[in-house]
């Protein structure tokens, strides 16, 4: 039985969440190609150049915030469902989180796309950071607030379902998809109270006249605080699948359970109080928090270390259950031509890259070299552009079949899919850093850096171009195929043999009774990170607000 006719009503919502996250994720990344021919100036005749902040606008929210959130929402209900194996407790109330995000989206993104027309008062060419002192028109963040309230009642169906579990499963350990679900959520709502306080107490009453100014600083502060934890919020569901589906999907088993469970509550503790690190060059943060926050991130690196062993370790287990030999050689036995396979495995290779680059963001010192160039957005496009986008796309090749009932269409489409993005974003992202390393900025429509010549480097600033026009064009070329596969499966007829889809996971080879009991004591872990957020952001703030919440300036601590 497919998950579908097990789950009627829960698979119609996680279809529908994944469909608007591809509909938003096949808008934005036809702008990211416009964007890519604009910046390189190989093609300009989309959009004028002053234009060009309604389209990054626009591309930054409907793929950083709307694609990758309603991903999660359709994957956790998923997840939630099937692990606990019981539906969400009320669809109503399923369809009003899910409406309230939409609705929320759709206001957002009218707003922005106002920015075309110059006859309507509507525009936000805010950026997806969207911080004072640039200003929205306040429908932006009417928009924003309906769409984040929608995500924290979105979680509360996933916990309202654990909770009934419980109450029929005392002793039980949380299911380990889950555990991953619930933590992920703590995490969110603890840091996007942030981001809620900026646009409900500042920004949203000063774009309306009610305030006359605010505080730059203080509202960057509070963006960040959100800033940072929101790449886990995208990067943990694309784990989530790494962890539970790919094993599967390599023909193995998890490597171990108590692992998985320790990564998750890392995250939960370490994600937010590293949000300073966005912020090494702003005045009025004194060093030394600066420093709290750079060693907190580079601890936050062994999650993601740990990640990459113990999902590698989970393919090579598959690998061998499938005859591969040899240190390397059983490489050659996974499935590479299983779209939702490949996908996931490219997605995690390239997640390395993104790590290495991260790395070199993260330091206190080398920061000031790549900060604002064209390296940062090569780094995210190997992190949320492909870690999360293209597992989130691989997951969608394994999930329509059993969210619909039927067939995957264009299966040959799907195979070479994963492969395309893989080589549009090794020529992009690679050109993106390089660039970066030769200081072109980014968020500029003409980049006036042709007569540069970077030294060091085969061939120069035009070679970069290139190969960074090519590259998002072949990205856009691999979204057509995705999309066409992903629709086109989603509304073709239902055989009239109904598939047989199983969405089992086998059990991990080391399993939860490994795993120490107090890992599933929530409440301690929320408690110990709201401490460590205490530590890393109770002075700094409390300096910004001493003075006034809405005066600029920081008195010293
Ligand atoms: C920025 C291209 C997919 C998230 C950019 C920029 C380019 C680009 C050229 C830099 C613009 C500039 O700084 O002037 C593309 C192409 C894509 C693609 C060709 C695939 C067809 C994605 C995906 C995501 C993403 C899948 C996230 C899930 C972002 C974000 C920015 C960005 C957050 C920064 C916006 C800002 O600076 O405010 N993209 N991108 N992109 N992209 Fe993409
Ligand atoms: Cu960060």
Redesign the pocket.
């Known amino acids: 039985m497919a998950y579908v006719d097990d789950f009627p009503t829960d698979a119609r919502i996680v279809r529908w969440n994944m469909g608007v996250a591809f509909l938003a994720?096949g808008i934005?990344?036809l702008l990211?190609?416009v964007?890519?021919l604009h910046?390189t100036g190989y093609f300009r005749g989309f959009v004028s150049s002053t234009d060009y902040y309604t389209v990054?606008t626009t591309?930054?929210v409907l793929?950083?915030l709307v694609?990758?959130t309603f991903a999660l929402c359709g994957l956790f209900t998923w997840g939630v469902t099937r692990s606990l194996d019981r539906p969400l407790p009320n669809p109503t109330f399923s369809m009003a989180w899910f409406g309230l995000m939409l609705l929320g989206s759709l206001v957002t993104a009218v707003t922005i796309l106002g920015g075309f027309v110059e006859s309507i008062p509507l525009s936000a060419d805010v950026?997806?950071?969207f911080y004072a002192p640039m200003q929205a028109h306040p429908a932006f963040y009417v928009g924003l607030v309906l769409f984040i309230v929608g995500s924290w009642l979105a979680g509360v169906d996933w916990f309202r379902t654990y909770w009934q579990w419980r109450a029929d499963n005392p002793d039980e350990r949380i299911p380990l998809q889950t555990f991953m679900v619930l933590t992920t959520m703590l995490m969110w709502y603890i840091s996007s109270a942030g981001v809620a306080i900026e646009v409900i107490f500042f920004l949203l009453p000063w774009s309306l006249g009610l305030i006359q100014q605010v505080d730059p600083l203080l509202t960057r502060t509070l963006f960040w605080y959100f800033g940072h934890p929101v790449v886990y919020f995208w990067l943990m569901p694309a784990y989530f699948i790494w962890y539970t589906v790919l094993p599967k999907l390599s023909g193995g088993r998890l490597f171990s359970d108590p692992l998985a469970r320790v990564v998750f509550v890392l995250f939960l503790l370490l994600s937010t109080p590293v949000g300073f690190h966005h912020q090494y060059v702003d005045p009025g943060i004194p060093e030394g928090f600066k420093f709290i926050a750079m060693t907190n991130t580079m601890f936050l690196l062994l999650p993601s270390l740990l990640t990459a062993f113990t999902v590698v370790a989970s393919m090579e287990h598959g690998a061998r259950q499938r005859g591969g030999e040899g240190r390397l050689g059983w490489l050659r036995k996974l499935p590479w031509d299983e779209p939702a396979f490949a996908g996931c495995a490219l997605a995690g290779l390239m997640f390395a890259a993104g790590g290495f680059s991260g790395m070199i963001n993260a330091g206190m010192n080398i920061n000031y070299l790549i900060h604002n160039t064209?390296w940062v957005?090569g780094h995210?496009?190997l992190t949320?552009?492909t870690a999360?986008?293209l597992t989130f796309m691989a997951a969608g090749y394994w999930l329509f079949p059993q969210i619909t009932g039927k067939r995957l269409r264009f299966k040959s489409l799907a195979t070479i899919q994963p492969y395309l993005w893989f080589v549009g974003m090794t020529l992009?992202s690679n050109a993106m850093h390089r660039a970066g390393l030769a200081s072109v900025p980014?968020?500029?429509a003409e980049p006036q850096y042709d007569a540069v010549s970077f030294e060091g480097v085969v061939g120069g600033i035009s070679e970069m171009r290139l190969q960074?026009a090519i590259g998002?064009t072949l990205?856009?070329l691999a979204?057509v195929l995705f999309l066409i596969v992903i629709f086109g499966t989603w509304f073709s007829g239902r055989s009239a043999d109904p598939i047989q889809v199983s969405s089992a996971i086998p059990a991990p080879l080391s399993g939860p009774e490994h795993s120490p009991k107090i890992l599933d004591n929530l409440k301690l872990w929320t408690a110990v990170a709201i401490l460590l957020i205490v530590l890393a952001y109770g002075l700094p703030l409390w300096a910004m607000a001493s003075d006034g919440l809405l005066a600029p300036g920081t008195p010293p601590i």
């Open positions: 994720l934005g990344g990211g190609m964007q890519a910046r990054l591309h930054g793929l950083a694609f990758t950026l997806y950071t064209l957005p995210f496009h949320v552009g999360s986008a992009m980014r968020r500029t960074i998002g990205l856009f979204l």
